[in-house]
């Protein structure tokens, strides 16, 4: 009876360890481009990078150490060695019915419609950066026709600057000219409060 547990359990480890080798055999079988993807990983996080690659080779390697197909198993041999009739062929025929299948891919549209999505984003992004470019080499191409700042009068920054210069005729400021200083000026605070109902 002793011997008869041991061949069963004996059985069972096979088939269980054949199962775990075909299904890591397939999930082996798709490589990783490490150095595109480490060109894309940013200074801060090339540590957390080295650590998962490390991982990942640690698994492929466990992986590959194994045969690309399961071992034979000589039925015949413990068809002789198991006296209870019928037992080997049981196991056999389940053997023989045993199917792994391919892990179904649940995540992959995910991982797509983020790509999309983040190809779309870079795209709005370049735009909108091109844009401010192209505004900001306006800004120094008139900063650049402009007269030096030592050689300007007043009037050259006011009309260089309008909105910046000082207008004594048409919006008249009293000395030092910050708004703090001005004639019905309100700080935040103050506005907030008459905003609340309070004087």
Same mark, same amino acid.
């Given at each position: 009876m002793c011997r008869?547990?041991?061949?069963?359990?004996?059985?069972?480890?096979?088939?269980?360890?054949?199962?775990n080798k075909m299904a890591a055999r397939r999930i082996a079988q798709s490589s990783i481009n490490w150095s595109a993807l480490a060109e894309r990983v940013p200074p801060n996080q090339k540590s957390s990078f080295g650590a998962f690659k490390t991982?990942?080779?640690? +698994?492929?390697?466990?992986? #590959?150490?194994?045969?690309?197909?399961?071992?034979?198993?000589?039925?015949?041999?413990?068809k002789n060695l198991v006296p209870i009739a019928g037992l080997v062929d049981s196991f056999q025929k389940q053997y023989d019915a045993l199917s792994v299948p391919y892990p179904k891919d649940n995540f992959s549209s995910q991982v797509d419609t983020e790509i999309e999505q983040s190809k779309s984003d870079i795209s709005s992004y370049k735009k909108a950066s091109e844009e401010r470019i192209k505004n900001y080499q306006k800004e120094i191409a008139h900063l650049k026709s402009l007269?030096? +700042?030592?050689?300007?009068? #007043?009037e050259d920054y006011r009309d260089a600057f309008p909105e910046a210069a000082l207008?004594?005729?048409?919006?008249?400021?009293?000395?030092?000219?910050t708004p703090e200083e001005q004639v019905g000026y309100k700080s935040k605070e103050q506005i907030e409060a008459e905003k609340q109902g309070h004087h």
């Amino acid at each position: 009876m002793c011997r008869h547990i041991r061949l069963v359990l004996h059985a069972d480890s096979i088939i269980t360890t054949l199962f775990n080798k075909m299904a890591a055999r397939r999930i082996a079988q798709s490589s990783i481009n490490w150095s595109a993807l480490a060109e894309r990983v940013p200074p801060n996080q090339k540590s957390s990078f080295g650590a998962f690659k490390t991982k990942a080779d640690i +698994y492929v390697r466990a992986v #590959m150490a194994n045969p690309e197909n399961p071992p034979k198993i000589d039925w015949a041999h413990y068809k002789n060695l198991v006296p209870i009739a019928g037992l080997v062929d049981s196991f056999q025929k389940q053997y023989d019915a045993l199917s792994v299948p391919y892990p179904k891919d649940n995540f992959s549209s995910q991982v797509d419609t983020e790509i999309e999505q983040s190809k779309s984003d870079i795209s709005s992004y370049k735009k909108a950066s091109e844009e401010r470019i192209k505004n900001y080499q306006k800004e120094i191409a008139h900063l650049k026709s402009l007269l030096p +700042y030592e050689q300007m009068t #007043m009037e050259d920054y006011r009309d260089a600057f309008p909105e910046a210069a000082l207008d004594p005729i048409n919006k008249p400021t009293f000395w030092p000219h910050t708004p703090e200083e001005q004639v019905g000026y309100k700080s935040k605070e103050q506005i907030e409060a008459e905003k609340q109902g309070h004087h």
